[in-house]
């Protein structure tokens, strides 16, 4: 007997990813992090950071300032992941010309002291809809 539901793909150390909701699964494992941003080809900042906040809207900007990002899933097109042979992951989140690759690190002079860090926000915290909710389905009565 065939099965004839399509099953999601399996990735393991290497892969491309466009759902939303696999971006932010992915991004959830990074805390302190070494960032390289590049605009058609050309470095334009690198140096290291925590991530404090992962967004889903289309308003939102994705910032980096004062070593915290506050990332906007929807301002990349897809994140490509990989691992090299030492174990190390590069998640690269691409858009139109633009680049940030994002290597994992466990720094904890990044951002000093005891931070709370936001993975994902359910909608019902805040009155806004620009933090996480994966709750996409429901209608709206």
């Known amino acids: 007997m065939e099965d004839s539901h399509p099953r999601p793909p399996l990735l393991i150390r290497d892969g491309t990813l466009t759902n939303p909701r696999d971006i932010i699964r992915a991004l959830e494992t990074v805390e302190s992090f070494a960032y390289r941003y590049m605009v058609d080809g050309d470095e334009i900042a690198t140096g290291k950071a925590t991530l404090v906040r992962i967004m889903l809207d289309e308003f939102s900007a994705t910032t980096l300032v004062n070593g915290c990002l506050f990332l906007n899933v929807t301002s990349f097109n897809y994140m490509n992941f990989s691992t090299d042979d030492s174990g190390q992951t590069r998640l690269t989140l691409l858009n139109d010309g633009s680049t940030l690759e994002i290597s994992p690190i466990d720094d904890p002079e990044v951002r ?17 809809s620009t933090f996480v909710s994966l709750d996409d389905d429901e209608d709206d009565e």
């Open 112 to 128: 000093p002291g005891q931070r709370q860090i936001i993975r994902m926000m359910e909608e019902s915290v805040f009155a806004d």
